[in-house]
């Protein structure tokens, strides 16, 4: 089914997120490596139609979280589930396999063929290869269809593999770290060509990445993993509405106590100035700055790279 | 480009769109009955994510500054709302103008009066 833009009212409540069909759905799930936990309790929901950001700092877990999904590895504990399907099971691991597109951050590509080889064996395995979209993107990505893949940049490299999970026919599409390594200019090129794609084909895409400007960009939802755990998650553009900094000036010193406003996610006291990271309504927090007698109050919008910073922790 | 929401600016992006398209008829570059880009078209354009743009046009809609018509795509409402934006941004830029002209005169910068503009929009107007 295609995506009809704005031609019909009906194409806008397609584009609802239906929240009880979660296309990947994990809970409390742990991954424990040589008594290194990689998850501890990691829970997930993506809902299908969206572009999912998987946002965290190296080593949180994320490459560990789609290995599970994709049955690569195996949880110690905990449930997961792509498509409904439980991951851990073989058989089922083997039908999520075939449903999925995957890039992996290494892109794994067979160095000794050529463009054309690659795409000519990767297309055998899937029934439903879109040979349509596989003559748009050679075009589009300029792949030289002769070059062996050992002569090709890690540009081109990246654009072979998205191609090839794109022409799957996959309801789906997996990346790890699709833009890491490649320059500012490449790397928007993979982006807007995620962008078509999810603009012309019915599709989820779920990506893992430590770069906050490109989930800012495109997602549309994002779970912030830290130390193998889920430590927010959301709309984005739920997140940029919900978070506010506030600034008070006082007289004196910043008050010392407590406030007791709800919604406070953080405070911090630097002389005269009290800086208040709040979630939700903001109109207690003014009213109990104005209680105080504070003499300037500054609300400001909170960018995800400052939502990031402060729900990640520092090194353990 | 009419329309170039920032992502990283920590305003919600579907809210950018809306406002520049709004902003968009208050300057008069778009106009009752103009036809605005699809979803999908300007969702590659702009390289974000079409959902988004999706909820943009959905509230404009529910606000009735633009129109959804069947098969035809979205249109600039010819409606009081639509029209009212450019009169409202008329009246709202004499008011304005007058004000600064004022602070101005007693020696405001207008670095100082960007930022007055902006507390006091920020904490509501609302004072003790």
């Known amino acids: ?316 | 480009m009419l329309f170039k929401p920032n992502p990283s600016s920590g305003v919600p992006i579907y809210l950018q769109l809306m406002e520049q398209v709004k902003h968009a008829i208050e300057t008069g570059a778009l106009r009752e009955g103009d036809q605005l880009p699809g979803i999908r078209p300007l969702a590659e354009e702009l390289v974000m994510n079409p959902n988004t743009v999706a909820k943009a046009y959905r509230e404009l809609e529910h606000e009735g500054v633009i129109e959804l018509r069947h098969g035809s795509g979205a249109f600039i409402a010819r409606n009081r709302r639509a029209g009212k934006l450019a009169d409202t941004f008329r009246a709202g830029q004499s008011l304005i103008a007058g004000t600064i002209a004022k602070l101005r005169a007693r020696g405001v910068s207008d670095e100082e009066i960007r930022r007055l503009f902006e507390a006091e929009l920020r904490t509501g107007g609302r004072r003790g």
């Not at chain 1, 000519?120 to 075009?139: G, H, I, N, V």
């Open chain 1, 1 to 316: 089914m295609k995506r009809s833009g704005v031609s019909s009212k009906r194409s806008f409540a397609q584009e609802v997120v239906v929240a009880d069909s979660w296309i990947i759905e994990t809970a409390a799930l742990r991954k424990t490596y040589d008594g290194v936990e990689a998850l501890r309790g990691l829970d997930l929901q993506v809902p299908s139609g969206s572009i999912y950001g998987f946002l965290g700092r190296n080593g949180a877990g994320k490459t560990t979280t789609l290995k599970i999904l994709l049955g690569i590895a195996h949880a110690t504990a905990g449930d997961a589930r792509v498509f409904g399907l439980d991951a851990s099971a073989p058989r089922s691991s083997e039908e999520i396999r075939r449903r999925i597109g995957f890039v992996s951050e290494e892109k794994d590509l067979y160095r000794f063929m050529t463009v054309e080889d690659m795409v000519r064996f990767t297309a055998r395995f899937f029934p439903r290869w879109r040979s349509d979209l596989e003559q748009r993107y050679l075009r589009k990505f300029e792949l030289p269809r002769d070059r062996r893949i050992r002569a090709l940049s890690r540009g081109m490299r990246t654009k072979l593999a998205l191609l090839l999970a794109l022409c799957r026919g996959a309801e789906l599409l997996m990346l790890d770290e699709p833009t890491s390594g490649l320059d500012p200019a490449i790397a928007e090129e993979v982006l807007q060509a995620l962008i078509g794609h999810v603009a012309n084909e019915e599709m989820t895409i779920f990506f893992s990445s430590h770069q906050i400007a490109e989930v800012d960009q495109i997602a549309d939802r994002t779970a912030i993993v830290d130390l193998g755990r889920v430590v927010l998650d959301g709309a984005l553009d739920d997140l940029r509405e919900d978070f506010r900094r506030i600034r008070m000036v006082f007289e004196g010193d910043a008050p010392s106590g407590d406030l007791r406003a709800p919604g406070i996610a953080r405070v911090q006291r630097k002389g005269r100035v009290l800086t208040v990271l709040s979630r939700g309504d903001t109109n207690p927090i003014l009213d109990e700055a104005r209680a105080l007698d504070a003499l300037s109050i500054d609300v400001s919008p909170v960018t995800l790279k400052e939502i990031f910073l402060e729900t990640v922790g520092g090194e353990e």
